[in-house]
């Protein structure tokens, strides 16, 4: 049963969303709580678009920093916050932008492919950007036979894998939390749930990758867990709540967490009093960025949307 004083804070920020027209987006990885007060929970790629249809003049991000950048990138004219200024993405840091112009004096051949778990700062210096959901089709597509892909080298993995055309450079870096998982976890996991399938985020190591029945993003692993007819038991090899979510979409399946490691301290930083502080204009951080850094990031943002869609 939910306790009252969540529903009574929810019902506040319900309110108060209404009376000052917010738009609340809430990347897949919040909990449930917060998944139920928000307009719309998606992906990273379906977050960015979202948040330049919707109608309302401020958007509340509730996920991490990077993807709160995005949405003031592609929406300059609304004002934009992060609900809790501390959740930060560890790999939008990795690297710096100093690196990249490097490697293209040195380089000149490649077209920087850059996840959009990246710093705008970094996106300056890139070609393209691209979610999990869009890597494949989008690199695809690129003119160019020479990629360089960063900062997450597990996905550039899986993209090489599937587009061997191209001759695809990786350069490390990734996801802390992704990473960790082990070959040893996969075969714990499929030893504990013989019956079911297995299910990852294309952050997780080539190793684990490879032994999955289904790649994705977030979101496509909630669509193929949810449309799947063959299984009633899957193992969840992304971030846990996801576990909450599909429980709740599909409660006649079952949802099992590849690893108790998969939790992301920057994603779970959120809270609903966030949420409301945020509401009521105690909270949260308004993102500010120089037009100057917008406007050069924004291309290969712009080249993601048009090459994603
Ligand atoms: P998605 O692109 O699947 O939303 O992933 C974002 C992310 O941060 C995964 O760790
Ligand atoms: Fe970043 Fe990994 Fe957390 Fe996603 S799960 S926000 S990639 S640290």
């Known amino acids: 049963m939910v306790d009252l004083r969540i529903r009574e804070m929810q019902d506040e920020i319900m309110r108060l969303k209404k009376e000052k027209d917010v738009c609340i987006l809430a990347h897949s990885y919040q909990a449930r709580e ?3 007060i928000a307009d719309f929970m998606g992906d990273s790629y379906q977050l960015s678009v979202m948040a330049q249809k919707a109608p309302q003049k401020t958007v509340l991000m509730c996920g991490v920093r990077f993807m709160a950048e995005t949405v003031k990138m592609l929406s300059e004219d609304k004002k934009v916050i992060l609900v809790n200024p501390i959740a930060g993405c560890p790999m939008a840091e990795q690297m710096e932008p100093e690196m990249i112009r490097y490697f293209k004096e040195k380089n000149p051949e490649y077209t920087i492919v850059a996840y959009i778990n990246t710093t705008a700062e970094l996106k300056t210096v890139c070609d393209v950007c691209v979610t999990s959901s869009t890597a494949v089709k989008i690199v695809k597509q690129i003119p160019n036979e020479r990629i360089a892909f960063i900062p997450d080298c597990n996905l550039g993995a899986y993209v ?3 587009v061997p055309e191209k001759e695809i450079k990786l350069l490390q870096g990734g996801c802390p939390i992704h990473a960790s998982v082990t070959v040893r976890e996969v075969e714990k996991a499929r030893e504990l749930y013989p019956n079911a399938l297995l299910l990852v985020h294309p952050e997780c190591v080539p190793k684990v990758v490879e032994r999955a029945d289904f790649v994705g993003s977030t979101s496509a692993i909630m669509e193929f867990a949810k449309n ?6 899957f193992i ?3 971030e846990n709540s996801i576990i909450e979510h599909l429980q709740y979409m599909c409660p006649d399946k079952r949802f099992f967490p590849l690893s108790k490691n998969l939790i992301c301290p920057n994603m779970k930083a959120t809270t609903l009093v966030d949420v409301l502080r945020a509401l009521e204009g105690k909270g949260g951080e308004e993102i500010v960025m120089d037009p100057e850094t917008i406007k050069a990031a924004r291309k290969c943002i712009d080249e993601m949307i048009r090459l994603g869609g």
């Open 160 to 162: 090489q894998k599937q």
């Open 34 to 36: 917060i998944v139920e």
């Open 236 to 238: 969840i090899g992304t």
């Open 228 to 233: 799947n007819t063959t299984h009633t038991d």
